[in-house]
């Protein structure tokens, strides 16, 4: 990152050799001496690499900035600068409205995404009733499973319960990107893994655990969640009424 420190140092730097050059000068040993010119033109060539390299790495830190893609795969392992501008170029960003879907049942739209600002829901339908999987807030990353690792439709729907913001990318342009970068395999196990963990989780608090006991894991991982969905879907997504709902909250 480019910070006022490195502009300092380039500052003094250029001082320092105009200062040095302007007493040469005076000493009339510019002309005559040959290593004068062969230390300015070591100059000129490291100063143009400094700057060329500060440019680069500014590029990079925006990259970094505007993409909260980049962000959350940079948390799972180390990103060239080469690899994030070409994650950059091959992400999509889009505007989602509040009850849009991502994914419907029995697509297969295989991408990764993160959400810049607004909140998700999935869900699968069970005797024509919408029964809700988990909820999806900012700066995490979600893809359906069987379309990025089976290449089959998905039995879930992803919803936008809030006017959403987002950043995409699709598998395959993630495969290919793994091919080209290396390091990106490790990230994109990194992520697997994770996702196994969450599964696991979930599938054992479902068995093992009361409404009660899901409830308090949700608001403890999920803090906000309360003031931006309405109960119905926290009912749904604990398996029980309102009704119960509102009696447990109430303890």
């Not at 342009?173 to 989780?201: Q, S, T």
């Amino acid at each position: 990152m480019i910070t006022e420190k490195n502009k300092l140092i380039t500052a003094y730097l250029f001082l320092a050799f105009t200062i040095l050059l302007y007493f040469l000068y005076k000493l009339e040993k510019i002309v005559f001496n040959p290593w004068v010119t062969i230390l300015l033109a070591i100059f000129v060539v490291f100063y143009r690499t400094y700057i060329f390299l500060i440019r680069r790495i500014k590029m990079t830190d925006q990259a970094h900035i505007r993409n909260p893609l980049i962000q959350q795969l940079s948390k799972y392992g180390y990103l060239s600068d080469e690899a994030v501008k070409e994650i950059d170029r091959r992400t999509n960003y889009f505007l989602k409205k509040k009850n849009e879907h991502f994914l419907k049942e029995g697509q297969n739209l295989s991408s990764y995404f993160v959400i810049a600002k607004g909140i998700i829901r999935v869900y699968f339908r069970r005797n024509d009733k919408e029964v809700n999987a988990w909820f999806g807030e900012e700066n995490q990353i979600f893809g359906s499973i069987l379309p990025i690792y089976a290449n089959k439709p998905s039995f879930e729907n992803i919803q936008f319960l809030e006017d959403s913001e987002i950043y995409a990318i699709s598998s395959d342009d993630l495969n290919e990107l793994y091919r080209l970068y290396p390091e990106l395999n490790l990230i994109g196990r990194k992520i697997a893994e994770e996702v196994c963990i969450i599964l696991e989780e979930r599938a054992v608090s479902l068995h093992t655990e009361s409404a009660t006991e899901r409830y308090e894991t949700l608001i403890k991982q999920q803090p906000n969640l309360l003031n931006r969905i309405n109960l119905g879907h926290i009912a749904s997504y604990l398996g029980i009424t309102q009704e119960t709902l509102s009696r447990i909250r109430k303890h």
